[in-house]
């Protein structure tokens, strides 16, 4: 029967490669769908397109030459042959220093405190990365502990239980002084 050839273009491959985690055709995984002559998609039939949006900034997505809002993913039922153009790059990471007085006294996080990615840290300088998608650190005081002060630049925060830096920037230090 009628088919539609389904094509994905990259403005730049290399810096996107990765960016689409995965192409169905009415809930079959089509592996060949980074192919340059793309895929054939039986008419009447959908497209899902699954998107990494949590290591890659999606900058952009055109289907035929017209813009898409697309986050995670995006689907279609071809009408034509279908050139769906993407403009994406990975997240880059942020490297900052925290100095922690007493690494029993505090959790760190990476993130808020309820996703619960939890940092191992040490007394003293740690050295600690993150995407700049999520360049977020929280501090909270261990029970029966409490925080002094977290300072970082010219901010210093005091009299609170837990702490959330945001954004975390490059080449920050953050001081933590706990009891």
Do not use: R
């Not at 094509?7 to 490669?17: G, I, M, Q, R």
């Not at 409490?146 to 239980?161: A, P, R």
Request: charged share 20%; with cysteine; hydrophobic share 30%.
């Amino acid at each position: 029967g009628l088919a539609y050839n389904v094509k994905l273009t990259y403005v730049d491959k290399e810096k996107a490669k990765g960016v689409v985690t995965g192409v169905t055709v009415d809930g079959t995984a089509i592996d060949t769908f980074n192919d340059a002559e793309g895929f054939d998609v039986p008419a009447g039939k959908a497209v899902a397109i699954t998107f990494d949006n949590v290591n890659y900034k999606i900058d952009g997505v055109t289907v035929n030459g017209k813009s898409e809002t697309v986050y995670s993913s995006y689907s279609f039922t071809p009408t034509g042959n279908t050139e769906i153009n993407i403009d994406a790059h990975k997240y880059g990471t942020v490297k900052a220093t925290l100095n922690v007085d007493n690494k029993d006294n505090v959790t760190v996080y990476k993130g808020y405190s309820y996703q619960n990615d939890i940092m191992t840290v040490t007394d003293g300088n740690n050295e600690i990365e993150l995407s700049e998608n999520n360049a977020v650190v929280t501090i909270k005081a261990n029970s029966g502990c409490f925080i002094t002060s977290v300072t970082y630049g010219e901010t210093s925060l005091s009299n609170q239980s837990e702490y959330t830096i945001t954004p975390v920037t490059e080449g920050m230090v953050l001081t933590v002084v706990s009891g």
